[in-house]
């Protein structure tokens, strides 16, 4: 009875969110054609007689903007996405929609549109429909919650990778999703992990999933389980029907997108692309590091003179520190900083990262470290295309030579521009800290790209003190 209840749910969500969205598409257009053409404020450019016409391309604007809504995967059946991710892909939507109908408009030769007033539409709209599916999944949410009708997991495991997957779901509630318990991979005695229970080991999986029938998935976050085992995994999940999801955590390393295609009748498992491949996504990325460096440049070049004369008068030596790095596609450039450090700080030590306390700093460069101050010249990096104001942050050819014999699957963070800040650096991991767990938040940063995680990261790198030194 769960089972079908949580299945007739999944196949009936897509087609509310499809009612939301049009009625949102529909309201939008009416209140901005309202207020454009009909309340007052503006010129009127309208008889009465052609608002017909624009409200039979209203119709066409829906079509348009569902048929671009679904290919961007906003109304998959059991699909996941946190509101921010959510949101930027219906700005996707909204753009390529508005994109395909002013060129469309200039194919109708005995109607003049409005290309302002489908511009201003789709400002707009996308906020229209962002608010919307936020409206339905809180309500959903609260249906689930009331209906019992959550997505039950049995997690097959108790270790990080676990951990990590039960503060995902609790984090997230617009997934749907509750952690039941976790089995074991022997018996250790425990009666419970990241507060749920702990309701066996590996062995009892098929009495499990007998005895508890509101299962509806069961997650394998272990790794180091043979090719037989697994299988039988699947097959005792098929005889009760419950979905099997295994974490892919290749090489140690999380990989949030896999993709599979086919090559003379062989699956083939590949790394999916990041969403920074696409042309518009890598065009608004840039144009969003231009516009917001120039502007920042221009407004705090006073501080950037009062800050120049602080690092000359406490030390001697030049102003600006220059160094050498590698970014995007393993390409070397020299990144700016303000001096914080005596002149030949690494003379007779080489190349080594600053550490709590450094005696090497200077007292200027020690208030400029510990409020990320030295990092501003770092604006002219990202106007000059050397780097983003958000991505993995660009290391020394020293420690990269290092680094991508140790850590797998470390070289894949230069497939992108470094930034001035990253999910890394405002999650603590910063200066001399865990390179593993560094590449792991840096790669599902590329992984996950979204404007709107920028947005995040660039507001929360205002209050990043960790390990800043």
Known sequence: MILRRRRKRDSFFPWAQLLADCLAIYT?????????????????????EDHRVYYQAFHLTALTLVFFLRANGLYRPGAFFTFAGEAARVVKSVISSIVVLMAASFFVRDFSFSRTFLIISGVFLA?????????????????????????????????????????????????????IGFLDSEDAGRKS???????????????????????????????????????????????????????????????????????????????????????????LKRATD?????????????????????????????????????????????????RTMGTDAEKESGPV?????????????TFLRQNNLDELPQLWNVFAGDMSLVGPRPERPYFVSQFKEDIPRYMARHSIRSGITGWAQVNGFRGNTSIEERTKFDLYYIENWSFFLDIKILFLTLFARQNAY
């Open 127 to 179: 906020g229209g429909i962002s608010g919307a599916r936020f409206a339905l999944g809180r309500l959903v949410m609260a249906i689930d919650q009331k209906r019992g009708s959550l997505r039950n997991i049995l997690i097959i495991g108790c270790d990080q990778t676990a951990a990590k997957l039960v503060k995902h779901y609790r984090k997230n509630p617009r997934s749907g999703c509750h952690v």
């Open 28 to 48: 939008v257009l009416f209140l901005v054609f309202w207020v454009r053409f009909v309340s007052g404020p503006f010129e009127k450019l309208l008889n009465v």
């Open 353 to 365: 990262w600053a550490q709590e306390n450094d005696p090497r700093r200077t007292k200027i460069g």
């Open 290 to 338: 231009i516009l917001l460096s120039l502007l920042a440049l221009l407004l705090m070049a006073p501080i950037f003179l009062v800050l120049a004369i602080l690092v000359k008068m406490g030390s001697r030596g030049p102003v600006f520190y220059r160094q050498e790095r590698i970014g995007e596609d393993g390409r070397h450039f020299m990144l700016l900083k303000f």
């Open 193 to 283: 992990f990241e507060g749920s229970p702990v309701l066996g080991t590996i062995e009892d999986l098929p009495e499990t999933l007998k005895t508890h029938r509101q299962i509806h998935e069961v997650f394998l976050a272990l790794q180091q389980i043979p090719a037989e085992s697994v299988l039988k995994m699947i097959y005792d999940c098929e005889k009760e029907m419950v979905v099997f999801r295994r974490v892919a955590d290749m090489f140690g390393l999380i990989t949030a997108r896999m993709s599979v295609s086919y090559s003379g009748g062989v699956s083939v498992l590949s790394f999916t692309d990041s969403p920074l491949a696409d042309w518009e996504n890598r065009f």
